[in-house]
């Protein structure tokens, strides 16, 4: 059954770092998310990308994180320069044709920011 | 902030049906009733959804109340493995999805 990969399992960086998080959805998928989850907190959606733009982003995301689809098959989110309190797991989730439909979730991304 | 209210706990014996309920008392005509479950620290599953029929597949039922204001996931015959934080999420074709806390749901042998 195909799933969404992402890579690394785990990436610790120091503090004012660059760091890319990276992600392969589903090769058939239309739409592509980010949500990140604080170590014992809520999953927090970050952005939606759709048709090569982003569709909608929380107030997390703000000018430090950027997205992009470089390929026909990569999903990246880009921190320009990490804090503290960027530390959490990243995970991407991809969407068929219809965004109502499930999301598909990768396994995740442990960033430590030191 | 979620629109959503969950207990934040539950217990159910192997092989018995899991009933976990959800409050959404403020949901919109648009906005559908999703539900997801994480299983400890791993990706988010989704597992079902619905509009206002209820609706069952493969995983779980679930049933939403005729006023749309709560709805129940059934896990017909919960397993171990089923030991899971279990989201109900609300929200509207193309727009983000909001989590809330969850209910930890432990399945005991």
């Known amino acids: 059954e195909p799933e969404v990969t992402q890579t690394p399992s785990h990436q610790v960086t120091q503090m004012g770092q660059e760091v890319i998080l990276r992600c392969v959805p589903i090769?058939?998928?239309?739409?592509f998310y980010w949500y990140r989850q604080i170590l014992g907190q809520k999953v927090e959606f970050l952005v939606s990308?759709?048709?090569?733009?982003?569709?909608?982003k929380s107030e997390i995301f703000d000018d430090q994180f950027s997205v992009e689809r470089p390929d026909g098959s990569n999903f990246t989110l880009k921190i320009r320069s990490t804090k503290l309190e960027d530390s959490a797991m990243y995970f991407c989730?991809?969407?068929?044709?219809?965004?109502?439909?499930?999301?598909?979730f990768g396994p995740g991304t442990r960033l430590t920011v030191l | 902030d979620a629109k959503t209210t969950q207990p934040p706990s539950m217990d159910c014996a192997e092989g018995r049906a899991a009933n976990l309920p959800c409050n959404h008392s403020?949901?919109?005509?648009?906005?559908?009733v999703y539900w997801y479950r994480q299983i400890h620290s791993q990706g988010p599953q989704y597992i079902i959804h619905?509009?206002?029929?209820?609706e069952t597949n493969e995983m779980a039922s679930l049933i939403i109340t005729e006023d749309r204001k709560s709805s129940t996931l059934i896990l017909p015959h919960a397993t171990l493995r089923d030991t899971a934080v279990y989201y109900c999420?609300?929200?509207?074709?193309?727009?983000?999805?909001?989590w809330g806390a969850g209910t930890k749901l432990i399945i005991k042998p």
């Open positions: 989730a991809s969407t068929p044709e219809s965004s109502y439909n499930e999301q598909f």
């Open positions: 090769s058939n998928h239309l739409y």
């Open positions: 990308f759709y048709n090569n733009e982003i569709s909608e």
């Open positions: 403020t949901i919109s005509g648009n906005e559908y």
């Open positions: 619905g509009l206002k029929n209820n």
């Open positions: 999420i609300v929200r509207v074709v193309d727009y983000q999805l909001i």
